[in-house]
């Protein structure tokens, strides 16, 4: 496995200053909204591919962490998702996992090697970044590798029973897909994740 760590370190640096740069309220329109979820897209997103979501649950910072590094679940709450292969894992700090997404047709599969980069910034919030890794893996010749992205989750305990669960990234699934296709996929695909997740805790997973 190969890992180019002065490479990784650099990409975060500029993924979250590129966060910070982006976070004007003035910059962002509301897309969709359903009491406690809201999904917001970038007034540049046909150039940025940038959007941002968030939901309150009724639930614990700590099942919604623990419920977020299960990824043997992610075919189940995160849209086209059907399958993932966890490739590395360093407890509550970093994670690199292979998923493959069965988009429909006339739209190419995709794949992704990911890292997710986990910091506890007190004992009320967890951050993460995830960002692609050259981490070497086989490829499947029928999907397009996708390399460009960046994604940051902060959960924020309100207090033991609520949680504030926070996304924000920007998603080029290259090769060529009209506007208000990657459209629907910015706002569409974070609103079905904040309300997947809603589900799943219910449910007890």
């Not at 009491?35 to 099942?63: I, P, Q």
Request: proline content about 4%; charged content about 20%; aromatic content about 16%.
């Amino acid at each position: 496995m190969h890992i180019n760590r002065p490479l990784q370190i650099l990409f975060t640096f500029l993924t979250v200053m590129f966060i910070r740069g982006e976070s004007s309220e003035a910059q962002w329109n509301l897309e969709k909204t359903d009491g406690n979820f809201r999904v917001y897209l970038h007034e540049n997103w046909k150039s940025n591919h940038t959007y941002k979501a968030e939901g309150l649950y009724n639930d614990s910072m700590d099942n919604l962490y623990s419920f977020l590094l299960n990824f043997r679940n992610y075919p189940h709450w995160i849209n086209y998702c059907s399958g993932v292969e966890l490739l590395y894992a360093k407890r509550d700090s970093l994670y690199i996992y292979y998923s493959y997404y069965d988009l429909p047709w006339p739209l190419a599969d995709r794949e992704a090697i990911s890292e997710l980069r986990i910091t506890q910034l007190s004992d009320s919030v967890i951050h993460v970044i995830s960002l692609p890794s050259d981490t070497n893996f086989r490829s499947d010749e029928k999907a397009l590798r996708v390399t460009q992205y960046f994604e940051s989750f902060t959960i924020k305990a309100i207090s033991e029973e609520k949680v504030l669960f926070r996304m924000q990234g920007s998603y080029d699934p290259g090769g060529y897909i009209p506007n208000w296709v990657v459209k629907k996929f910015l706002t569409e695909g974070p609103y079905d994740i904040l309300l997947n997740i809603k589900e799943a805790l219910i449910g007890g997973e």
